[in-house]
């Protein structure tokens, strides 16, 4: 059996991210190769693909079955990858999974004929399956953890449990993508992701709700396994960390740490965590086993905001945890939502300031965005104040919820002028030259473009 997984492109003008591996679609790839289909990846990003030269590709290979995966910013591309899919290959089976639709599942079979199953939450054990049951003959209609049509109506089936034993999992399948289109300035970045699920319950993520309350770990030898093999295999020397927090447990991070060293491994990475999930020694033990960068979730400087979110952090914790970072050597990245429900100008400011005030080495400012399957959605559903559901603008730069304290354009402007301040201060770019030729170029071309912006906006062109 012949299984494509697509990875759709972003929507035409949208931030795009720097390209890694997707490592939903690598583990899927990997789990499905380990069972011996016959697997390939069209990863549109990395391509440069449009619809039109995805669905050429499509109709040259003829899968049995097309896997896409969507983020809710590009779930309208998904939904258009799908449609061409079934345009090139009528008999295939059409399968969207990803964290937008776990929670969008029913809306998703509604507004797309072409797609045929949703998968919710883990993807590997029930692609499988539907693997198995299709290879067999059999009905799929009944597998945990999908929503599908059933006698012309849309079923939701009960979700699957998640994977216990994350060891059992094979490595992500990199071989099959393109390697050297997902080069930036020189060099291939490899994601790697240790754990599942979450301890906390902040209003603004959907982590917790995709792959549970409970934080599940690989082992420390696992983990550096992974790094060895892709070393090995492709040279690699430059990995990012992906959890959405590293140092839950901060023996284990310790333990990753001491195996890195142990095996006299020369190798940089970064990684995100919370600012109460370190200590000053871990911070140190991280940075003597090639941790150059720590991205920190600050969120907000307004204790009222932080706990609005639900973070469960104070401007405290956020500053002693910058402080230690800096004294071990670690460069800081600071993520900041702004535009949270009830926020005042008074309160953006006050965080804008807090994060001047922090000197981090860089900084992004997200507008708070309600991604479905959060409560913050729910929130802005309940009140009326959702103002779009184009998808397309999830984007984190953009408004798409009313606030009684602020206009939407307005808050554009703030977080234009932050990114302003902070980029365009003197001294910035030669404090951050020679940071390493990646982050350097990255830092380079952000003042560029901030600069650019604001000579626009000083001559009025929109």
């Known amino acids: 059996m012949h299984i494509t997984l697509v ?47 995805f669905r050429s590709e499509i109709s040259k290979r003829q899968p049995d079955i097309v896997g896409i995966t969507s983020t809710t910013l590009t779930y309208k591309s998904a939904l258009q990858i799908a449609k061409k899919a079934k345009e090139a290959c009528p008999n295939c089976l059409t399968i969207l999974g990803g964290s937008h639709v776990s929670f969008w599942d029913k809306e998703a079979l509604q507004e797309c004929s072409s797609l045929d199953i949703i998968v919710r939450k883990e993807g590997e054990n029930t692609m499988l399956e539907i693997a198995e049951r299709i290879e067999a003959g059999k009905n799929y209609q009944d597998v945990l953890g999908i929503t599908c049509r059933k006698d012309g109506k849309i079923v939701k089936n009960p979700d699957r449990a998640y994977i216990e034993n994350l060891n059992d999992m094979p490595f992500p399948a990199h071989h099959l993508w393109p390697i050297e289109r997902l080069r930036k300035h020189g060099t291939v970045i490899f994601p790697l992701v240790t754990s599942r699920g979450c301890v906390y319950w902040c209003d603004f993520c959907t982590a917790v709700r995709m792959f549970g309350r409970r934080y599940r770990m690989r082992s420390p030898k696992n983990v550096v396994d992974e790094i060895e093999y892709l070393q090995k295999t492709f040279g690699a020397h430059q990995f990012t960390f992906y959890d959405d927090a590293f140092t839950v447990d901060q023996e ?46 600050v969120e907000s400087g307004s204790q009222p905001v932080l706990d609005a979110m639900r973070k469960g952090i104070t401007p405290a914790q956020t500053i002693k945890a910058f402080k230690w970072a800096k004294e071990v050597g670690l460069m800081t990245v600071a993520n900041v939502v702004l535009g949270f429900p009830g926020e005042t100008r008074e309160s953006i400011w006050e965080t804008i300031k807090f994060i001047e005030r922090l000197s981090p080495n860089d900084v992004g400012y997200y507008i708070a965005t309600p991604y479905p399957g959060t409560p913050l959605y729910e929130h802005v559903v309940e009140d009326g104040l959702l103002t779009t559901t184009d998808f397309n603008k999830f984007d984190t730069a953009t408004p798409v919820f009313k606030m009684e304290t602020i206009t939407g354009q307005e808050l554009r402007d703030i977080r234009e002028r932050a990114f302003q301040r902070f980029y365009l201060r003197p001294g910035y770019f030669f404090s951050m030259i020679g940071k390493g030729r990646f982050w350097s170029f990255s830092i380079i071309r952000t003042i560029l473009a901030h600069f650019r912006r604001a000579v626009k906006l000083r001559l009025g062109i929109k």
């Open 7 to 53: 990875n759709p492109p972003y929507p035409i003008g949208s931030h795009q991210h720097p390209p890694f591996t997707p490592l939903g679609l690598g583990y899927l790839a990997a789990v499905l190769e380990k069972y011996q289909y016959e697997i390939d990846v069209i990863d549109c990003q990395a391509l440069r693909f449009s619809y039109e030269e």
């Open 252 to 297: 284990r991070a310790a333990e990753i740490c001491r195996e890195i060293k142990n095996r006299k491994m020369k190798i940089e990475w970064d990684c995100e965590t919370r600012v109460d999930m370190v200590t000053k020694d871990l911070l140190c033990t991280m940075k003597e086993a090639g941790c150059f960068a720590v991205w920190f979730g």
